[in-house]
T-cell receptor, first 111, second 114 residues
Framework: GQSLEQPSEVTAVEGAIVQINCTYQ??????LSWYQQHDGGAPTFLSY????GLEETGRFSSFLSRSDSYGYLLLQELQMKDSASYFC????????????FGAGTRLFVKA | DARVTQTPRHKVTEMGQEVTMRCQPI?????VFWYRQTMMQGLELLAY????????DSGMPKDRFSAEMPDATLATLKIQPSEPRDSAVYFC????????????FGPGTRLTVT
């Protein structure tokens, strides 16, 4: 089967750093994406890793280890507006778009 | 400001009625996806199209759901007949071949079937 595992909830304090992990088991792998979704809103793209290593985009970074089938999203200098759900997603079809989403991690940022 | 649009934003209907949801992808995008989101199942891919041709609809209940792209600016998702278990938020997303890293989601249609 195909599955993505991520924690259901994470709580952190404003200004802190938080890491959201994602492990995957899929028939193929061609990239790991991260999306943010606020309550009542649509998912928006944050970051993508196709190769091992760290990708940095402002306060957000994403890491991938293909040998471990593992990735994480790192959020630095947390702000209240970062309270949202974060989804990891695997693209499992070369040259295609078929994407499998994890169940999402609800991040609560406290003052 | 390019964005995916979806109509209607909200739909309440009775069981057995037909429901049609529409999506206008970002101009120039050549791949369109339909997702369903519920608390229990999360985000599920129902179908996706490339250059208006259906590539995969294995996630869609075939007996009642159908998805089409009559032209490059319109994608439709129909449910006939609708059932209470179809209640969910339906998202359309579009993307570009060659930029598979990200998909652009519309605001969603919140469907309630009573």
């Amino acid at each position: 089967g195909q599955s993505l595992e991520q924690p259901s909830e994470v709580t952190a304090v404003e200004g802190a750093i938080v890491q959201i992990n994602c492990t995957y088991q899929t028939s193929g792998f061609y990239g790991l994406s991260w999306y943010q979704q606020h309550d009542g809103g649509a998912p928006t793209f944050l970051s993508y890793n196709a190769l091992d290593g760290l990708e940095e985009t402002g306060r957000f970074s994403s890491f991938l280890s293909r040998s471990d089938s593992y990735g994480y999203l790192l959020l630095q200098e947390l702000q209240m507006k970062d309270s949202a759900s974060y989804f990891c997603a695997v693209r499992d079809q070369a040259g295609g778009f078929k994407t499998i989403f994890g169940a999402g991690t609800r991040l609560f940022v406290k003052a | 400001d390019a964005r995916v649009t979806q109509t209607p934003r909200h739909k309440v209907t009775e069981m057995g009625q037909e429901v049609t949801m529409r999506c206008q992808p970002i101009l120039g995008h050549n791949t369109v996806f339909w997702y369903r989101q519920t608390m229990m199942q999360g985000l599920e891919l129902l179908a996706y199209f490339r250059n208006r041709a259906p590539l995969d609809d294995s996630g869609m209940p075939k007996d009642r759901f159908s998805a089409e792209m009559p032209d490059a600016t319109l994608a439709t998702l129909k449910i006939q007949p609708s059932e209470p278990r179809d209640s969910a938020v339906y998202f359309c997303a579009s993307g570009l071949v060659g930029l598979e890293r990200e998909q652009y989601f519309g605001p969603g249609t919140r469907l309630t079937v009573t």
